[in-house]
T-cell receptor, first 119, second 115 residues
Framework: DTGVSQDPRHKITKRGQNVTFRCDPI?????LYWYRQTLGQGPEFLTY????????KSRLLSDRFSAERPKGSFSTLEIQRTEQGDSAMYLCASSSKGLAGTTSTDTQYFGPGTRLTVL | AQKVTQAQTEISVVEKEDVTLDCVYE???????LFWYKQPPSGELVFLIR??????QNEISGRYSWNFQKSTSSFNFTITASQVVDSAVYFCALRIYNQGGKLIFGQGTELSVKP
């Protein structure tokens, strides 16, 4: 399997602009997660999908943030009207949640991240 | 509330020394999973180990070993004979069974191994 990929790896934008990040999970992984990591901190959970359904959203995910996974494969995370406080590394991870009666480790494997800088 | 604490912010050792990274977690749930991830300077989080709450057996993988003690809510990580390539930030994380998939991370311990 190829690993989780994210695009772009770096994004510099001006305050007030909209940005969109993409994540391609490991093929056949049905769960996909987004985290945000600021300097010197551990990653913080934002949201996750099982297939195309968004099952949980963190309070960190303000109404300026929206995530989609339209066909249950890749996902996008959009931030509207960016603020300087949005500057962070945005990490995507995927895992395989087994169906009933099947085994699953549900261990999350992370992509390289997208580093966002808002000027 | 669930929480993970990694009290050591930075550790510096000389190559070939043994080093232990501490992790203490808090949860009232009885079924949960604990993880360690490594984040090298490149930034990508690399999975190292997963342990479920019913399995307190210690595990060894090469120079790495993990000590899980439910009595003290700790899941410590030891690197034996450290190498320069071990330099990275290490994160301990907790996931509660049946509470979705989110990982709760500690703040990380930055390990610097000097030649």
């Amino acid at each position: 399997d190829t690993g989780v990929s994210q695009d772009p790896r770096h994004k510099i934008t001006k305050r007030g602009q909209n940005v969109t990040f993409r994540c391609d999970p490991i093929s056949e992984h049905n769960r996909l997660y987004w985290y945000r990591q600021t300097l010197g901190q551990g990653p913080e959970f934002l949201t996750y999908f099982q297939n195309e359904a968004q099952l949980e959203k963190s309070r960190l995910l303000s109404d300026r943030f929206s995530a989609e996974r339209p066909k249950g494969s890749f996902s996008t995370l959009e931030i509207q009207r960016t603020e300087q406080g949005d500057s962070a590394m945005y990490l995507c991870a995927s895992s395989s949640k087994g169906l009933a009666g099947t085994t699953s480790t549900d261990t999350q494997y992370f992509g390289p991240g997208t580093r966002l800088t808002v000027l | 509330a669930q929480k993970v604490t990694q009290a050591q912010t930075e550790i510096s050792v000389v190559e070939k020394e043994d080093v232990t990274l501490d992790c203490v977690y808090e949860t009232r749930d009885t079924t949960y999973y604990l993880f360690w991830y490594k984040q090298p300077p490149s930034g990508e989080l690399v999975f190292l180990i997963r342990r479920n709450s019913f399995d307190e057996q210690n595990e060894i993988s090469g120079r790495y070993s993990w000590n899980f003690q439910k009595s003290t809510s700790s899941f410590n990580f030891t690197i034996t004979a450290s190498q320069v390539v071990d330099s990275a930030v290490y994160f301990c994380a907790l996931r509660i069974y049946n509470q979705g998939g989110k990982l709760i991370f500690g703040q990380g311990t930055e390990l610097s191994v000097k030649p």
